[in-house]
């Protein structure tokens, strides 16, 4: 193998996917996908594409003209200002082709990658495969009793400290996974303010955009002064229409920053699949003419939702004795699971930090699937998640009964 995949950290999705196939949980609440069915209008429109004779050869590389324009269309109010469907937008193979596109495009070797934590894992082998070096900053519990997502903050002058001038890209995810924390502005200008005064690019994964809850906006980081320029914002369609299986997301941006991650993805991927794209462009186009109908909208139908199966998965946990951190967006949260002590041998559920070896013992013997939210943290800062586990609230009813009750004979 080449040198350069020593020192990655083993992928958390290939092993738990791997465990819910060897010991079938009676309900997984582990990988973020929805395990209800997509909007019947989007696989209408995947099923005439498939049908369409015209509709499957290579779309152009920075993606398909109609889905560039339906994306323009829908986000130029979010982000005010008008995108450019021919220079703003680069489609890719998933939020993840977004994000390795960008740290291939613009990390040098040395180069220092600022990550607030908890992060989503990939960020960290992505910048290290382009030679990065990386600095966390941990979001802190500003309560002694922290009870919801928006009890953990950025410290201002710890964030201040991991700046350098060799500070080549800042990486926040808002809403984040797995905590479910959704950023102020004021929170977010520290961290604008911070990238102009070191010329950092901020790459702002924002995959989680429309899953707010109680009301709570999503703030842009690319609206805030002086950020348009220097952020690059990923999206992903798997999480806006519950399709995580077509991978396709894309990145908002500025021209000049958007051209050097269209040389990347050109030379690796060069496009992604076409029939779905096609779907995803009626999808957008779709919610442009409801934007003033939020009953008719998927978008807003999802996120009610997703904030009653929140509300349901923390009641169902409170009742199992499992503290939930009420999350104000994603799919996820996280629960404390202190009541269980250590319920078996330690060693007996494999190595690594406490939340895994819980993890499997979760799998193995609870049946219900989870994932160790250590996974989203440096080792050194590992300690700040061991005593929770990330539960993913995006299923039906019955998947949240049954965790539940297959919990409840545990405690
Ligand atoms: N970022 C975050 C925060 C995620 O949770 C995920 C997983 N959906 C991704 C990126 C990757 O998204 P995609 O499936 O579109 O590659
Ligand atoms: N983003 C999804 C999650 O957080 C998982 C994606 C993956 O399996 N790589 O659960």
Redesign the pocket.
């Known amino acids: 193998s080449a040198n350069r995949l020593e020192g990655l950290r083993p992928s958390v999705w290939v092993e738990f996917t791997q465990m819910v196939a060897k010991f079938k949980p009676v309900s997984n609440l582990g990988q ?2 929805p395990d209800f069915d997509p909007p019947k209008f989007l696989l209408d429109s995947l099923h005439k594409a498939a049908l369409d004779p015209s509709a499957h050869q290579y779309p152009l590389s920075k993606g398909h003209t109609p889905l560039l324009e339906a994306i323009a269309r829908y986000y130029s109010p979010l982000y005010k200002r008008e995108l450019n469907p021919n220079s703003n937008i680069s489609v890719s ?7 390795y596109a960008t740290s291939q495009a613009f990390v040098n070797p040395g180069d220092e990658v600022v990550i607030i934590e908890p992060f ?1 894992d ?2 960290i082998n992505q910048v290290m495969l382009g030679g990065g070096h990386l600095k966390f900053v941990p979001l802190r519990a500003t309560k002694a009793d922290p009870k919801t997502s928006q009890d953990w903050a950025i410290d201002p002058d710890e964030l201040a400290k991991a700046f350098t001038n060799k500070t080549k890209l800042l990486i926040i ?1 808002n809403p ?3 905590l479910g924390k959704v950023y102020s502005k004021p929170e977010l200008k520290v961290v604008a303010d911070l990238c102009q005064k070191y010329d950092t690019i901020c790459v702002s ?1 924002e ?2 955009e429309f899953n707010t809850f109680d009301g709570l906006p999503h703030e842009r980081m690319a609206t805030l002064d002086g950020m348009w320029e220097r952020t690059l914002t ?6 806006i229409f519950s399709v ?1 299986g077509w ?3 894309w990145t908002i941006g500025p021209k000049d920053l958007l051209d050097s991650i269209a040389v990347i993805h050109s030379s690796s991927l060069y496009c992604t699949v076409r029939p779905t794209q096609i779907a995803l462009a009626e999808g957008f186009e779709r919610e442009s003419s409801l934007v003033n109908d939020p009953t008719r909208s998927y978008i807003e139908e999802l996120r009610n939702y997703l904030q009653d199966r929140r509300d349901e998965l923390c009641s169902g946990l409170k009742s199992v004795g499992i503290v939930p951190i009420t999350p104000s967006g ?3 949260l996280l629960g404390n699971m202190d009541i269980f002590g250590t319920p078996f041998t330690p060693g007996k559920f494999g190595s690594g930090t406490r939340d895994y070896q819980l993890a499997r013992w979760m799998y193995e013997e609870v049946g219900v699937g989870v994932i160790p939210p250590s996974a989203f943290y440096s080792e050194p800062h590992s300690h700040l998640a061991d005593r929770f586990m990330r539960f993913s609230f995006a299923r039906t009813p019955e998947s949240i009964d049954k965790a539940i009750n297959a919990i409840r004979k545990y405690n």
Do not use: R
């Not at 990923?234 to 999480?239: C, E, I, N, R, W």
């Open positions: 973020g996908f193979n998933g939020a993840y082709g977004c994000l989503y990939c960020y995810n984040n996974n797995p994964d995959v989680y990923t999206h992903s369609a798997g999480k995580t991978k396709t997301g994603t799919y996820f």
